[in-house]
C-alpha cells in the first residue's frame, strides 16, 4: 500500500510563501487524482486542490490564485507552492489519493504569524 510523507511546513508571516512537498512510497503513476488536504484545529479535514494524472486541476475557493499544484509521477512526488499566505491557511496539511482514499501520514503543520 502506497504511503505519503508531508514536509516543508513551518512558520511563515502573513504575505509569504512556503511549497510542501508529498513524497509516495510507491509508483503514483496509477493513482487518477492526489490531493491536498489540510485540517485546522477543532475542524474537519477540507480538500484544498487535487490534480489528476492528465493535469486538470481544481482549487478550494479560499486558495484559488494563491496556492499551485504539481505532481511528478516520475519522482513519485506532489507538490503543493502557497503564495500570498493569510493567517486562516494556518492548519496541517496531508496529502492523499483523491478517488481511493489511502493510509494518512503525519501531515505537515503551516502556521501563518506575524
Known amino acids: 500500500q502506497v504511503q505519503f510523507v508531508e514536509s516543508g511546513g513551518g512558520l511563515v508571516q502573513p504575505g509569504g510563501s512556503l511549497r510542501l512537498s508529498c513524497a509516495a512510497s510507491?509508483?503514483?503513476?496509477?493513482?487518477?487524482?492526489m490531493a491536498w488536504y489540510r485540517q485546522a484545529p477543532g475542524k474537519q479535514r477540507d480538500l484544498v486542490a487535487q490534480i489528476t494524472n492528465g493535469g486538470y486541476t481544481n482549487y478550494a475557493d479560499s486558495v484559488k490564485g494563491r496556492f499551485t499544484i504539481f505532481r511528478d509521477n516520475a519522482k513519485n512526488t506532489v507538490a503543493l507552492q502557497m503564495n500570498s499566505l493569510k493567517p486562516e491557511d494556518t492548519a496541517v496539511y496531508f496529502c492523499n489519493d483523491f478517488i481511493r482514499e489511502r493510509s494518512w501520514g503525519q501531515g505537515t503543520q503551516v502556521t501563518v504569524s506575524s
Open positions: 510507491g509508483s503514483i503513476s496509477s493513482i487518477y487524482a
